[in-house]
């Protein structure tokens, strides 16, 4: 009964390693050439960006996509074009001034990375406006909501690899005490 006990954990963790690793190989950095800025309604803009797996590697992926989210609900998806090796441009057009949520989907990990937020004007003397209020206050890109998933996954992978060397040690213990 207790050999079955301990070959059961054994064969449990070493399930929890292999599949925490298997999940942990396709996540993406994705960086922009420059934060858009002066944006005026229905005035296309292009954004480049470079897609880097595991952060080093040009990412090469033909369904790129951005997509745009106001707070009336209104959105907007576009695809980005590779011009070279891991560097993408996406046209974007916003139909609406305000606030814009933006996200850009690489085909890897995380699935939606999500930008900065944008201030989108209905004109240029407008736009002169949000550049003022933007420039007083300072802005974190990076959110803890957005770091949540990748980091899950990663405590999960830890945990399953301790408890495989820890599941592994006590098979290895109690084999040797026979």
Do not use: C
């Amino acid at each position: 009964m207790k050999r079955g006990i301990s070959m059961f954990t054994l064969f449990a963790l070493l399930f929890v390693a292999i599949a925490s690793v298997a999940s942990a190989g396709g996540w993406a950095v994705v960086t922009l050439d420059a934060l858009p800025a002066n944006l005026v309604v229905n005035e296309p803009i292009q954004v480049g960006m470079t897609i880097r797996q595991h952060g080093r590697t040009p990412w090469v992926y033909d369904n790129v996509r951005v997509r745009g989210f106001h707070s009336t609900g209104e959105t907007f998806v576009t695809r980005a074009e590779m011009d070279d090796r891991g560097h993408y441009t996406a046209t974007l057009n916003f139909p609406r001034a305000g606030t814009w949520q933006w996200a850009v989907s690489s085909g890897l990990m995380p699935e939606w990375q999500t930008m900065p937020e944008l201030q989108v004007a209905n004109s240029a003397q407008d736009e002169a406006l949000f550049v003022e209020a933007s420039a007083q206050q300072m802005t974190n890109p990076m959110t803890l909501a957005s770091l949540a998933p990748p980091m899950l996954l990663l405590a999960l992978g830890v945990l399953g690899f301790l408890g495989s060397g820890g599941g592994l040690i006590y098979w290895w213990r109690a084999r040797r005490a026979r």
